[in-house]
């Protein structure tokens, strides 16, 4: 069996939760997310905790059981905890500004400064000028934004110039050889 399909994942006070078939909700104190499942796996509450179970042993369920209690328990985690991923900024004069949570600023080092709107349940932070936070419930969409703000202007092996992860390493190349 699944390692991470069979684990139990723990439904926190205050985080309700509602299945119909294919289907689950869960509402939370920062908000609430709906998803639907694949029609084979199933979903049963038990004393504060969800299982997340497979009919049978074939390929296809054994995949998608690890899948899907992920995805549930990071449904869980998002409206109790919530998401973040931090950006940072590398370069002279590159910079960001949140101008509103749900707008962000950018000068990249482009003719002209670059403005990206966050969907709905996204939020920008700025701590510092060449810092960037994106917060929100659901991880899948964190991600996806942070990676879009990334590919605006992707670290340069050369210089390590743009925007990338915290934390991330950049392979540095070594320039042309001088005579």
Not at 97 to 121: Q, R
Not at 127 to 150: F, H, L, S, Y
């Amino acid at each position: 069996m699944s390692r991470i399909g069979r684990s139990p994942i723990p439904v926190p006070a205050g985080v309700t939760i509602e299945m119909t078939d294919g289907h689950v909700k869960v509402s939370g104190p920062k908000g609430t997310l709906e998803r639907d499942l694949p029609r084979d796996i199933t979903i049963r509450q038990d004393e504060g905790v969800l299982l997340v179970e497979r009919p049978t042993d074939q390929r296809q369920h054994r995949a998608l059981h690890g899948l899907t209690r992920s995805l549930v328990s990071n449904m869980v985690v998002g409206v109790t905890d919530g998401f973040t991923r931090d950006l940072e900024i590398v370069g002279v004069g590159y910079r960001a500004a949140a101008t509103t949570p749900a707008k962000l600023d950018l000068a990249l080092g482009f003719s002209h400064p670059v403005s990206v709107d966050a969907p709905e349940g996204i939020t920008f932070e700025t701590p510092a000028p060449t810092r960037i936070t994106v917060r929100g419930i659901d991880k899948e969409a964190v991600g996806q934004v942070a990676a879009n703000i990334r590919s605006l202007r992707k670290p340069e092996p050369y210089k390590g110039k743009g925007v990338r992860y915290a934390g991330e390493v950049v392979r540095r190349k070594a320039g042309k050889a001088a005579k």
